[in-house]
């Protein structure tokens, strides 16, 4: 299958190492740029398929740079996702007016990301390695302020975990999250939110007990790296 190139155009690296970590599942040239010249001259050298942009950058931002491509009509055919911070109505007007096939908010939903993938390269997506594990995490949230929860993750990936628990949280539930990483001791901390839910009465995938998927939000570099790398050590030796 020929590799579909993807450019991910962005000036803070930690967002581009998220998206760069969602898309680790499947076989793409991902390209980078942090500037909307940059991004242009790419465009322009290598007309990737599919275009994922901030809005805001310095030298020239996203709008102006989503503008230039889509009135050019060898480019203009190439998808470009907008990719904005929080919820400004002035923000999206800004993108529809340049021409953007779509928007996508920060902080970066998995799930939302990969359907852009998907629906714009009209490709079937393979699942993102998971590695088993049993690690024991700790979190908090807004509905336990006061309280610190335990339970142990059934699954691994740099972009979230899968934790079992029958004490549910909302979807969409903001969370505090702790836990070590063996062998190395290195303590991982970051926010999170609940992604998704196998209850107990509402089982959604068989091969999982009741528990929550969580999804990792603002990892540092650092420990982004420590996890890439400890579940890649896991991974080659595992039998899958």
Known sequence: ?????ILLVDDTRLFIEQEISLLNRSDFEVLVADNGVEASKIIAEKKPDIVFMDLYMPGMNGDRCCRTIKSD???????IIMVIQGTNQDDFERCWQAGCDDIVVKPINEHLFMAQVKR???IQLRKSP??????RILYNSDIYPDRILSNYSVNLSTGGMFIETDDLLPVGSPLNIEFILPK????????????????PDAIIKQDLPAGMGLQFINL????MDSL???IKKQ???ADW
């Not at 299958?1 to 190139?5: I, S």
């Not at 998971?130 to 690690?135: C, I, M």
């Not at 999170?192 to 209850?199: E, I």
């Open 1 to 5: 299958m020929t590799k579909k190139t």
């Open 130 to 135: 998971r590695y088993s594990t049993r690690l």
């Open 184 to 199: 190395d001791g290195r303590v991982i901390k970051c926010s999170g939110r609940v992604s998704w839910l196998n209850a």
């Open 228 to 230: 890439r790398n400890f």
């Open 120 to 122: 714009y390269l009209n």
């Open 220 to 223: 540092s570099l650092d420990d």
């Open 73 to 79: 009509k060898n480019l203009c055919h190439i998808p």
């Open 235 to 237: 991974t080659l030796t």
